[in-house]
């Protein structure tokens, strides 16, 4: 395994974390009743990740039971504690909900103190503001951390580049999880700029939101050959000395082994890294009517999110990736901040965009064949379908909990 320096933290991390989104029923509701399957693949997923030399473990309060499967897989393993680093993150909007959300998180990871606490999801300039003002939940964070229950401070983002870069400069973190990856290289200079401030960066699934590439398309297959398409993107994240650790999705214990022989070789720009990422960049830079993601036609008057379902187009068009465009896609108008816009079928034709393009591209035409491409009715009934029960469940539980 190898390891490097978390940043400003100064805390030597792994190159691969454990995430914990996605273990067996881990969303499944009520998040303290643990299931023997989910405790089952919990323990001998956080077993085989300590045996390969991870030492990085990464949850959050929002990612329902994965606190409570972590407490106790490290319990019931009799993990030392200083074998391993723990970051957990959390949302809490004033200072009160932040002193009671750790002391909770805490009791729920069966720990003394938390190693690396990030504020969840510094998605837009509200959140930024609800985080960062005076007397506010990062100024909790702060009063924790003189306390010793917690080490180190960071943020967890989906945000575009601009607040990305203003909650970087704030200077308030040490640590940054962010997108950035092969498929989506945008906010590259914010992981510039973090690295010029020794913040330590985590990279949030570059497998899965980097482009499904668990499941590749036949073209990005044969592209990335002789390597397959995680362990070249993987490679490509950790080609940036700036970056510190991936989250891959490891979920089970299959899935660690391709993840660990994209390790073998730590140049990571190597001759065969290169050629295949010259060979990648080559549909692109060829496609028709191709979105930059300037970011110049923003904002639209119907809230449609033009260069992320542009990007979604240059991905489909270039590389055959219609699966991972069709999941993506079918996200919007469900996930709020997380992933904000509307459906590109909200276009109105109003031509506001189009003479901000310096691509002069057709919007409203390309937006309508994406949205044709991608559009899945059948999923977007089955996820509305879900918001509505998970929106019943959450009044339920609120009455639940005040008899
Ligand atoms: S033409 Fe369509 S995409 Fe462009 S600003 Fe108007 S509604 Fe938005
Ligand atoms: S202005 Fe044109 S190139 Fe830039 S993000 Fe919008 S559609 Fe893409």
Redesign the pocket.
């Known amino acids: 395994m190898e390891y490097r320096r978390f940043g400003k933290t100064g805390e030597s991390i792994s190159v691969l974390t454990l995430g914990g989104m996605r273990f067996t029923h881990g969303w499944d509701p009520p998040r303290s009743h643990l299931p023997k399957t989910s405790i089952d693949n919990a323990v001998q997923t956080v077993r085989h990740a300590l045996d390969v030399g991870i030492n990085h473990i990464e949850t959050a309060h929002g990612y329902m039971k994965s606190e409570h499967l972590f407490g106790l897989a490290l319990d019931e393993l009799k993990v030392p504690r200083e074998q391993y680093k723990m970051m957990t993150k959390g949302a809490p909007m004033t200072a009160d909900d932040t002193f009671r959300l750790v002391e909770e998180q805490l009791q729920t990871l069966r720990l003394d103190y938390i190693d690396f606490y990030g504020w969840h999801g510094i998605n837009n300039e509200e959140r930024l503001n609800a985080a960062c003002k005076a007397g506010g939940p990062v100024e909790a964070l702060l009063k924790l951390r003189e306390q010793g229950l917690i080490r180190h401070i960071g943020f967890s983002t989906h945000a575009p580049l601009n607040i990305l870069m203003k909650a970087i400069e704030t200077d308030l973190f040490s640590f940054v999880n962010l997108h950035f990856y092969y498929f989506f290289q945008h906010n590259l200079p914010a992981v510039k700029l973090a690295g010029s401030k020794d913040m330590g960066i985590l990279i949030i699934s570059p497998n899965d939101k980097g482009g499904q590439l668990w499941n590749p398309s036949q073209k990005v297959e044969e592209l990335c050959s002789p390597q397959s398409a995680t362990q070249f993107n993987g490679r490509f994240c950790l080609s940036h000395p700036e970056v510190t650790t991936l989250t891959l999705g490891m979920h089970a214990t299959e899935h660690f082994d391709s993840n660990l022989r994209m390790l073998e070789n730590h140049q990571y720009s190597s001759e065969t890294d290169q050629e295949i990422k010259a060979r990648l960049d080559q549909p692109l830079e060829q496609l028709n009517s191709r979105?930059?993601?300037?970011?110049?036609?923003?904002p639209c008057p119907e809230n449609i999110n033009?260069?992320e379902v542009?990007r979604f187009r240059n991905m489909l068009v270039a590389y055959d990736m219609r699966s991972f465009g069709k999941y993506r896609y079918n996200m919007l108008e469900r996930k709020g901040h997380w992933f904000p816009g509307e459906f590109a079928s909200h276009c109105t034709q109003c031509g506001d965009?189009l003479p901000?393009?310096?691509?002069n591209?057709d919007?409203p035409r390309l937006l309508k064949e994406t949205h044709h491409r991608l559009f899945n009715p059948r999923l977007w009934i089955k996820n509305k379908l879900f918001d509505w029960f998970g929106g019943i469940w959450k009044i339920l539980k609120r009455i639940l909990k005040k008899y």
């Open positions: 979105c930059t993601y300037c970011l110049e036609c923003l033009i260069p542009l965009c901000r393009c310096p691509e591209l919007i």
